[in-house]
């Protein structure tokens, strides 16, 4: 069975500095790994995806995340927090081909201190 | 390109009823989830439709059930409504068996009083 971890249900950050979310996963057989963000009162916006092709995945609004298998991590990264980035943010893994339903991590809260 | 389309965005029922959600996917998405977002719980896979053919669905009781039109919209229905159902229904779609792009929907906010 696939799992996820998210560490932290709350992280807060000043503006301008870096944001860490983590994340790790389990999976038995080589996964396809997400990161969503969703606003208040809307749904879930993809972030970045990692499905195998490179392991340094580039997202959008400036999020980054690495795919490190030794670890079983997809931490997501951003060199300097703006005030828009705050919101909830959500890992997600799918074990593979054949399979079809995203499991999610618990989520994590950002919040910006200005 | 219109997006993932969920309506109604809020709905309030009375315990014992049953609701219809409705998703519209992307044009020419064939596939289309349905997930629980409650904050007890988080996100939960309910089920997936791909060409009117329910392919896996998650762990809910039968008072769940979902369809999907050959038009590729889906509907989930829930009877007999129980306070716990009070949640945010997300739909999401993708196109064929690509596990590449889940595009979501806003959701419906479904409130049992």
């Known amino acids: 069975a696939q799992s996820v971890t998210q560490l932290g249900s709350h992280v807060s950050v000043s503006e301008g500095a870096l944001v860490l979310l983590r994340c790790n996963y389990s999976s038995s057989v080589p996964p396809y790994l997400f990161w969503y963000v969703q606003y208040p009162n809307q749904g879930l916006q993809l972030l970045l995806k990692?499905?195998?092709?490179?392991?340094l995945v580039k997202g959008i609004n400036g999020f980054e995340a690495e795919f490190k298998k030794s670890e079983t991590s997809f931490h997501l990264t951003k060199p300097s927090a703006h005030m828009s980035d705050a919101a909830e943010y959500f890992c997600?893994?799918?074990?593979?081909?054949?399979?079809?339903?995203?499991?999610f991590g618990k989520g994590t809260k950002l919040s910006v201190i200005p | 390109k219109a997006g993932v389309t969920q309506t109604p965005r809020y709905l309030i029922k009375t315990r014992g009823q049953q609701v219809t959600l409705s998703c519209s996917p992307i044009s020419g998405h064939r596939s289309v989830s349905w997930y629980q977002q409650t904050p007890g719980q988080g996100l939960q896979f309910l089920f997936e439709?791909?060409?009117?053919?329910?392919?896996n669905k998650g762990n809910f009781p039968g008072r769940f059930s979902g369809r999907q039109f050959s038009n590729s919209r889906s509907e989930m229905n829930v009877s007999t409504l129980e306070l716990g159902d009070s949640a945010l229904y997300l739909c999401?779609?993708?196109?064929?068996?690509?596990?590449?792009?889940?595009?979501f929907g806003s959701g419906t906010r479904l409130t049992v009083v």
């Open positions: 439709y791909f060409s009117e053919t329910q392919r």
């Open positions: 997600a893994v799918i074990s593979g081909a054949g399979s079809y339903q995203l499991t």
């Open positions: 999401a779609s993708r196109a064929g068996n690509s596990n590449y792009g889940y595009t």
């Open positions: 990692y499905t195998s092709a490179a392991t």
